[in-house]
């Protein structure tokens, strides 16, 4: 329910922005603020980069909003939320997560004999992001960011029933993010390398750390991509994962994307996500849209 | 006359080097209309910034004829041709102004927004920003 109301919401900033025209979410160039990755950071679809989101620059505020679908081959994952973003410094952000898993019932049913607790999960993430240095076009070194997500499960019954330890836990992250505008043949080249610390299982959404492995661990994550046009991005994402739960292993998951941003105010991003095995259910792939109004 | 024959032969081939490294110096001048285009490119960046509301008040009371050779010189000698740059350096061409990273920015999307309106391909646009991005560090907050 709430996905619907964010997804309204999203759209109407994006409506009302188009015609007032009265502020375009900052003085940046259009694109560079990314798009908004599943738990709420300016990014990419999977991977935070070190952007901050919106196109503020020293002294202007962004606000934005986004929405996330993303079918699998058994699951449905949905996400929603917003970000501000200061003078191109600071980001605080929240995301909602819903995956829905009532195909999984059956499956567990047959399996283990007994009722799956719920059929669906879902989380909240709040994220704080801070620019150290650079700026990500015009330095020679890439902009870096540090940041925080925490995330607190709040259907914990099927994650507790698949071994996760916790509800809650903290990544923490650092990402460093360069575009070269001359790139390739002329066409912008990004590329963004990221490292997380995290006991996260699938985002959390099977809660944090298992029977295999409570601990946190440094997990790699990549982004590239090239500007095809002022409007057009295309690339590909790699993001590796912890793999904590005996019962359900995690795969590392990837993606590709094409994301148009026809004005500051709005862009769409659609992307094809493979996710590997999630909750004993292998080779979950699919096809992902996601949203997003900016002001 | 066999030496006359290996000069001649040799001396053929090393112009011919010469003339196409020439051209390769200069591809991203012709690629920009040489003289004709950069200076229809200067003229219409300078329109679309006094008409920009965020930014025209800095072009208010610019000496516009000295701005207009600066500036033609400058894009000509950094995309290889046949011009030297004899303006100010960007340092002491932006001293006192204490531009903003924000102006900076706008700045970029209005020569874009010339670029485009020139119909300068993309890739030159991109190959041409490059050039000069380099230059912010010595034009903001001077």
Redesign the interface.
């Known amino acids: 329910m709430l996905q619907k109301t964010q997804i309204i919401a999203t759209l109407i900033l994006a409506i009302m922005a188009a015609p007032l025209c009265a502020y375009e979410g900052g003085s940046r160039l259009r694109a560079t603020g990314g798009v908004h990755q599943v738990e709420g950071s300016a990014g990419g679809g999977i991977v935070p980069w070190a952007v901050i989101a919106g196109y503020g620059q020293k002294g202007e505020w962004s606000a934005n909003s986004f929405a996330t679908y993303l079918a699998l081959d058994d699951y449905q994952f949905s996400a929603a939320g917003f970000s501000l973003g200061y003078s191109d410094r600071v980001e605080l952000s929240y995301a909602r997560h819903q995956l829905d898993i009532s195909e999984l019932a059956p499956v567990v049913l047959a399996g283990f004999g007994v009722p799956l607790p719920d059929n669906k999960v879902s989380q909240d993430a709040i994220g704080v992001k801070v620019r150290l240095v650079n700026n990500l076009i015009y330095d020679t070194w890439p902009q870096i960011s540090a940041g925080i997500q925490y995330k607190r499960n709040t259907d914990f019954d099927v994650p507790q029933f698949v071994g996760a330890e916790d509800d809650s836990g903290t990544d923490f992250y650092l990402s460093a993010s360069k575009l070269w505008l001359s790139g390739v043949a002329g066409y912008p080249f990004l590329l963004n390398a990221t490292a997380r610390l995290t006991n996260s299982n699938q985002l959390g959404l099977l809660g944090y750390g298992g029977d295999l492995n409570e601990d946190k661990e440094w997990m790699a994550e990549v982004s590239a991509g090239f500007l095809l046009s002022r409007d057009i991005v295309v690339g590909a994402e790699y993001r590796q994962k912890p793999s904590n739960l005996g019962i359900a292993e995690e795969e590392d998951w990837r993606d590709v994307f094409v994301a148009w941003f026809p004005s500051k105010n709005f862009s769409i991003t659609a992307a094809w996500a493979d996710l590997g095995s999630i909750a004993t259910l292998d080779q979950q792939s699919g096809f992902y849209i996601s949203i997003q109004g900016t002001l | 006359m066999k030496n006359l024959i290996l000069t001649f032969a040799l001396t053929s081939l090393l112009s011919a080097c010469a003339s196409t490294q020439q051209s390769q110096k200069d591809r991203l001048f012709q690629e920009l209309g040489g003289h004709i285009g950069i200076d229809e490119l200067v003229v219409t960046s300078i329109q679309f910034l006094h008409s920009d509301e ?1 930014i025209a008040f800095l072009f208010e009371d610019i000496d516009e004829p000295n701005l207009v050779t600066q500036l033609n010189e400058q894009l000509c000698s950094i995309s290889g041709g046949p011009c030297q740059y004899e303006g100010l350096s960007m340092l002491d061409a932006h001293a006192g102004m204490d531009l ?4 900076f ?2 700045f ?2 209005v020569f ?1 927004e010339a670029m ?1 309106a020139r119909n300068i ?7 041409l ?2 050039l000069l ?2 230059m ?2 010595d034009i903001i907050h001077q």
């Open positions: 965020r903003s990273k924000a102006e920015d706008i970029v999307e874009i485009r391909p993309f890739s030159t646009q991109n190959e920003l490059a991005a380099p912010r560090v």
